[in-house]
């Protein structure tokens, strides 16, 4: 059975919301940490709790088409029909902005990004507080993106003034954004409606430009980025993250391996592992998802195979791993074609230690 809030509780965060206070909330990608997108004061307490710079602009979140076309200056016939086919849905559309968004919004630029939830907690909150929502992920900057609302209180502890549980989150990743303030449509993040879907509505997407690997400097000059989740370190978890293909993991120290698909060669332990499940996974899981290896170095946690399944598990075995005290966590990449580009995305960036 879905887990979901009463209607008391969404009335209680809406008027929290409505106090220009901080609401955590469950979308279909990832929670979000919300406040009253029209009020800056409350939008600032965001990036305070977070520790997010202010070159990083938020996502909007609205209850309806009409909500977001009130916020825009134009809106593109593109828009009309990525929002006729991926709304309610995980895609961000950036559009030029109403003077009614405040700058700290948008990081100072002139277009805003947009998006319509796929997940009735998130709709009914928006609904009952009569106000679009500004709402990053509900965690540290650069930290894991949470899945679950116990994710966000081990994050934020105390910091944020309430927390709707609507159970886990389906999609897993965050939302794709696409940038329409142009003629040309630029995909700025990869994200749960992949490049192919989109390009067969529209037609050709061009590429984001690279933002390089050391942020410092762009921010010491108040540069903002076009988009949020394009620094080069995002999405990590404090365990050391490696990339790995083969099966090729440390020697040293003890482990958590994500492992995929391919042939494995185990040079950390002694010969194929035994099929005895380990506590750190779901207790009972048929599917044995975690296997350890009979060597004190590392433990495997099987991840799914389609990429769907992958996106929707990544950040909570993560959150697992995490847990688990180890000294790297190691993931075997998945193929580098279309339909991993999100996963992969993250992963790079979960990866990065700068």
Not at 244 to 255: M, W
């Amino acid at each position: 059975m879905l887990q979901s809030p009463t209607p008391e509780e969404i009335a209680r965060a809406a008027r929290l919301i409505r106090a220009g206070c901080l609401v955590a909330f469950p979308t279909e990608t990832v929670y979000g940490l919300g406040a009253n997108a029209l009020d800056a004061e409350a939008v600032a307490r965001i990036f305070a709790v977070k520790g997010r710079p202010a070159t990083s602009p938020l996502i909007v979140h609205v209850a309806s088409i009409e909500m977001a076309q009130s916020l825009a200056v134009d809106w593109p016939k593109t828009a009309c029909l990525l929002a006729e086919k991926f709304w309610s849905g995980p895609l961000t559309l950036v559009v030029k902005k109403q003077s009614l968004v405040p700058d700290i919004v948008t990081a100072g630029l002139p277009t805003v990004g947009l998006r319509l939830p796929a997940h009735p907690v998130a709709v009914a909150l928006i609904q009952a507080a009569g106000v679009p929502l500004a709402a990053p992920s509900a965690n540290r900057f650069t930290e894991l993106s949470p899945t679950r609302a116990e994710h966000v209180r081990r994050s934020l502890g105390n910091d944020v003034d309430m927390i709707l549980d609507g159970g886990p989150c389906e999609i897993g990743i965050e939302s794709t954004v696409l940038s329409l303030a142009e003629p040309q449509p630029v995909l700025l993040r990869p994200g749960g409606i992949s490049r192919p879907e989109l390009e067969a509505v529209i037609g050709d997407i061009a590429f984001a430009p690279q933002i390089p690997r050391t942020d410092d400097v762009r921010h010491l000059a108040g540069v903002a980025h076009p988009s949020p989740g394009m620094h080069a370190r995002h999405y990590s978890p404090r365990t050391s993250l490696l990339l790995v293909s083969d099966g090729k993991l440390p020697e040293q120290g003890k482990g958590i391996y994500l492992q995929h698909t391919r042939p494995v060669t185990y040079r950390a332990g002694s010969g194929p592992p035994p099929a005895n499940t380990n506590t750190l996974g779901h207790p009972g899981n048929s599917n044995k998802e975690l296997i350890n290896t009979g060597s004190a170095n590392f433990t495997i946690l099987q991840m799914p195979i389609a990429p769907a399944d992958y996106a929707a598990a990544l950040y909570d075995k993560l959150h697992q791993a995490d847990e688990a005290n180890a000294d790297w966590i190691a993931v075997d990449l998945p193929p580098d074609t279309p339909e991993w580009e999100a996963v992969n995305d993250r992963l790079r960036r979960a990866a990065t230690r700068e």
